[in-house]
């Protein structure tokens, strides 16, 4: 469990950023983010095996009324992942590491947060998002799969590429 807690005038914002694997949120009524991972790992031989676990695991960055839970891989660009502000800056400037790879990691999220949170949640494949019953501002983005917004209240910038969308409020 991870607290947020009262930061003041901070916004309390959740980053849930995934690779493979689906994503399910729904507000509890605590202050506390409570995460339940499944991490399924693949791969065609033990060396590929063991290099998988070295390579790809959960990153958790925390900072004032803000909690990021990464899939880390080596896909991932190293050193900051947002500005001192919060901001995005530097997504996108580096390239990831394409290197052939006989292994896959899939990262299926459980997740209970405060009813009053922001949310900014991303995949790319092989899992739907489903988010329900929070208040605060949503981005939430997916490429290969179905986005649910149930019961959703707040400012919402939702896309999918390959899948369904639906948002109920």
């Known amino acids: 469990a991870f607290l947020l807690g009262d930061?003041?005038?901070f916004v309390r914002t959740l980053v849930v950023d995934n690779v493979m694997g689906s994503i399910e949120i729904s507000a509890g009524t605590g202050s506390t983010v409570e995460?339940?991972?499944r991490?399924?790992?693949k791969a065609r031989s033990a060396e590929e095996m063991a290099r998988a676990r070295r390579e790809v695991a959960l990153e958790v960055t925390e900072h004032p009324g803000r909690l990021e839970?990464?899939?880390?891989?080596p896909?991932?660009?190293r050193g900051s992942r947002h500005e001192g502000d919060g901001s995005r800056a530097g997504r996108g400037d580096c390239c990831c590491n394409h290197e052939d790879r006989d292994y896959e990691v899939r990262?299926?999220?459980t997740l209970e947060v405060p009813r009053e949170l922001d949310l900014e949640v991303e995949n790319v494949n092989d899992g739907a998002i489903r988010i329900t019953g929070t208040v605060g501002r949503l981005e939430v983005g997916h490429v290969n799969d179905d986005?649910?917004?149930a019961s959703v209240a707040g400012q919402v910038?939702?896309?999918t590429v390959n899948g369904a969308l639906k948002v109920s409020f």
């Not at 839970?69 to 891989?73: A, D, M, R, S, T």
Request: glycine share 12%.
């Open 35 to 37: 995460l339940t991972l």
């Open 69 to 73: 839970l990464v899939q880390g891989g």
């Open 7 to 9: 930061h003041g005038s």
């Open 75 to 77: 896909w991932r660009c």
């Open 39 to 41: 991490e399924t790992f």
């Open 147 to 149: 986005i649910t917004l």
């Open 107 to 109: 990262f299926d999220w």
């Open 157 to 159: 910038d939702a896309r």
